[in-house]
């Protein structure tokens, strides 16, 4: 039966065994650790919804080119709608939006950095 916790998490066995959970990454657990999991806040796949399957399965790309190019096509679109509930009162898009429309979390520091680029890039 596979488990999913809300966080990275290790859990020993009074069997011996341990188990290394990572956020929201499926992991099979063998049903003698079952209850111990389920005791430390594990969640059993089969009983979670359609939309926090989803959010387990992360579409979030490692390579940094690409996570620039997502970004910058986010900040286009928010820049052309030119919302103000979708910009601190930096200029910078809120992290909220961000992940919402990416469909992964970002952490501020990243989104800084790039969003310094792409402004750079626009007045080029």
Not at 5 to 33: C, H, Q, W
Not at 78 to 94: M, S
Request: charged residues 25%.
């Amino acid at each position: 039966m596979k488990f999913v916790m809300n966080r990275d998490k290790v859990i020993a066995s009074t069997m011996g065994l341990s188990l290394a959970f990572e956020k929201n990454i499926p992991m099979d657990v063998p049903t003698y650790m079952i209850r111990e999991v389920m005791a430390a806040g594990g969640v059993a796949q089969e009983d979670m919804t359609d939309d926090e399957v989803l959010a387990t399965t992360s579409t979030e790309p490692v390579d940094p080119a690409a996570r620039e190019a997502a970004l910058f096509a986010v900040f286009e679109k928010l820049t052309l709608r030119n919302q103000r509930e979708d910009f601190t009162a930096g200029g910078a898009p809120h992290n909220a939006v961000l992940t919402k429309e990416l469909g992964w979390p970002i952490h501020a520091k990243e989104r800084d950095v790039a969003f310094a680029k792409f402004r750079a890039g626009q007045t080029d």
